[in-house]
């Protein structure tokens, strides 16, 4: 079927009889199909089409200038995005039954692209309907987010916005995971996370460092087969006091990690589970219930469910039955839903964030490797297109500020050479911040830098995503360069973040995706320098030079604003303390007239805030301490002057 409104083509296959026995025998069934509709013959003229495709743990990007190399299958594929050197775009992916739903190249089509029902499913049910869908437009990064609202649609769900989400997005968090200080690490010789996490709030408050909300990962619960889960309960030797005390001593939500299922799993012996060679899968809506109903009286807020993709390949029922993995994370996000929590995605396939447009409850995925096992794992500008897509915030992982962290013994593959980056990059991705230092060794001006004394994180509208000519071989052959803006009261700043690019690149003003207009002049504010100049979209562009990586790891990188002309020809540079120099988050509103600029700011009591504007050529930089209560406003003039007051 067609749609009127939009350039859209849905497939659908029906089968009113079912079908029996229909699993591939070959090698590698999971990238096989049993089921094509529609199929697409390669023709000479699609050698030389650009592909991108989103693959395996993470849902990592992977680029391709030629169909040939394109692969689909268990491990990715879906969306397959297909582009031209003049950007015309078209996106090809399941719209239902994304768990069993691939975009492939099955050995029955001799290499031509299908979409259809993987080879390893042994029955179709009656009346079982599977659907494609196919979007084109103009530009990858439109298309795509086109692509993503229809999904989204269609499965009902609300795109996650800062205001609805959950208190990862909105609140600077302490991270545990696999990169941070504390990961199987304490302060003590013993296992005691207790002691070293009280400690460490401690620390937090004598410091002034505001984390509103704590991650702790796979080591606080009981492992089994194979270190899968046996037991989600706090160890004992752990946490002593129990799980709710961890939250009173924190005084923060929790976020919790969880991971795949033990074949001895104390779960089992109630609740009924689909248990294979290494690994288990709870297969009722109960069991789900309860688990989610304990952890929420323990004070967790969020439920992260890590190792997706394990769960999912590691498995047969996740693959021959075209409804348990499904059920899986629809019970899943069902029960988390129903006791006021929300999920967070790791180690993903692309099929679970399609998935995650049929549940409300996932708020947020991972979009990189581990911070401490890739040292590209800042990398995210493409791979957080698919996440925001389908209406996830995405997550970098945890960071470390300090490159000194001593005494870290396990899963590290050297010092952070690169902290103020990761903290940009961080600010830019839209989703949870999360900590990993050491206590004491913690670069708070950076950590400020994303966030309010309130632990407020200070946020643009939408993730930085890569621009769309970045996707072009010819353009960037190694780097990225993204870009996203922030908007107050019709006002909009631009950001751009241009990493370790191998070869010299002209942005222009149509570079930035929904930009307010790509006429009007600009500051262009250097916000590492803080130096600035103006910029004339009609007549300029931003000139970002080659930088190559150097042997010390340093990343080169250039990280700009570009602040709008006001009508009284003032400047609202922003807070430049800030990575985000003009957010939702701070400015309440911007108001102008003829003879300043007044703005009202969302503060901590007491918070010191400097705003800084341009006044001709005097550069204004308003310091002002919030009250007790209520809102902040300064009010800076064109000769200027400026003051401070309380609304």
């Not at 996370?193 to 408050?205: F, G, P, R």
Request: with cysteine; glycine share 6%; hydrophobic share 35%.
């Amino acid at each position: 079927r067609t749609y009127a409104d939009q350039a859209t083509v849905a497939f659908e296959q029906e089968f009113p009889d079912g079908l029996e026995n229909t699993e591939v025998t070959t090698d590698s069934p999971h990238d096989q199909l049993i089921t094509c509709f529609p199929s697409f013959k390669q023709t000479p003229a699609v050698d030389n089409v650009n592909v991108l495709s989103f693959w395996e743990v993470m849902s990592q990007a992977e680029m391709h200038h030629s169909l040939k190399e394109f692969r689909g299958g268990i491990n990715g594929g879906s969306p397959l995005v297909l582009f031209d050197q003049q950007l015309n775009t078209l996106v090809i992916s399941p719209l239902s039954n994304f768990k069993v739903g691939y975009i492939s190249k099955p050995k029955v089509l001799g290499g031509d692209v299908g979409s259809g029902i993987q080879g390893n499913v042994k029955s179709i049910p009656k009346n079982f309907k599977h659907e494609t869908i196919i979007h084109v437009g103009t530009g990858i990064t439109k298309t795509v987010l086109e692509w993503g609202s229809i999904l989204l649609k269609k499965g009902g769900k609300a795109p996650t916005t800062v205001e609805s989400s959950d208190i990862a997005i909105k609140t600077l968090g302490y991270w545990t995971d696999n990169g941070a200080y504390y990961y199987y690490l304490t302060e003590n010789t013993t296992n005691n996370y207790e002691e070293t996490i009280t400690k460490l709030k401690q620390n937090h408050a004598e410091n002034g460092l505001p984390y509103r909300n704590y991650q702790f990962d796979s080591w606080w619960y009981y492992q089994g087969h194979k270190n899968a889960v046996k037991l989600w309960e706090p160890r004992k030797d752990i946490f002593p006091s129990g799980m709710y005390k961890m939250s009173e001593i924190t005084d923060s939500p929790l976020i919790l990690h969880n991971r795949w299922w033990s074949i001895d799993n104390e779960y089992q012996k109630k609740y009924k589970f689909a248990v294979e060679k290494d690994m288990a899968l709870p297969l009722e809506q109960a069991f789900w219930d309860d688990l989610m109903s304990r952890s929420r009286l323990w004070g967790v807020n969020i439920y992260e469910q890590d190792w997706l993709i394990t769960q999912t390949k590691g498995m047969k029922v996740t693959q021959d039955n075209v409804h348990v993995a499904s059920n899986w994370l629809t019970q899943m996000g069902r029960a988390a839903a129903k006791y006021g929590m929300t999920i967070q995605y790791c180690m993903s396939l692309p099929m679970d964030l399609l998935q995650s447009t049929l549940i409300q409850a996932v708020t947020h995925t991972r979009v990189s490797h581990d911070y401490k096992s890739h040292t590209n794992s800042w990398e995210i500008g493409r791979s957080s297109l698919l996440a925001w897509a389908v209406g996830l915030f995405p997550f970098k992982d945890v960071m470390v500020t300090t490159t000194n962290q001593p005494g870290e013994k396990r899963y590290y593959t050297g010092p952070e050479k690169n902290p103020e980056l990761q903290t940009i990059i961080s600010a830019l991705s839209n989703g949870p911040i999360g900590i990993g230092d050491k206590m004491g060794y913690h670069n708070k001006e950076l950590i400020m830098s994303t966030c309010n004394n309130d632990g407020i994180l200070l946020k643009s509208d939408r993730p930085a995503l890569a621009i769309d000519r970045s996707y072009l071989a010819a353009n960037v052959k190694k780097g990225e360069i993204w870009e996203t803006s922030s908007t107050v009261d019709g006002l909009q700043w631009s950001y751009l973040l241009a990493v370790n690019i191998s070869s010299d690149f002209d942005v222009k003003m149509t570079d930035f995706y929904g930009a307010s207009d790509y006429k009007s002049k600009r500051l262009l504010v250097d916000l590492i320098t803080k130096g600035y100049q103006w910029f004339e979209p009609e007549t300029q562009s931003i000139k970002l030079p080659k930088n190559i990586e150097t042997k010390d790891h340093v990343l080169p990188f250039k990280y700009y604003s570009l602040a709008p002309l006001l009508k009284n020809d003032i400047v609202l540079l922003g807070e430049l303390s800030k990575k985000i120099t003009v957010s939702k988050q701070r400015f309440r509103s911007i108001d102008v007239d003829q003879n300043g600029v007044r703005v009202t700011l969302i503060t901590a009591p007491q918070e010191k805030v400097i705003v800084t504007f341009l006044a001709g050529e005097k550069l204004i930089q308003a310091g002002c301490a919030a009250p007790e209560d209520g809102d902040l406003v300064i009010y800076c003039e064109k000769n200027g002057e400026y003051t401070c007051g309380r609304q």
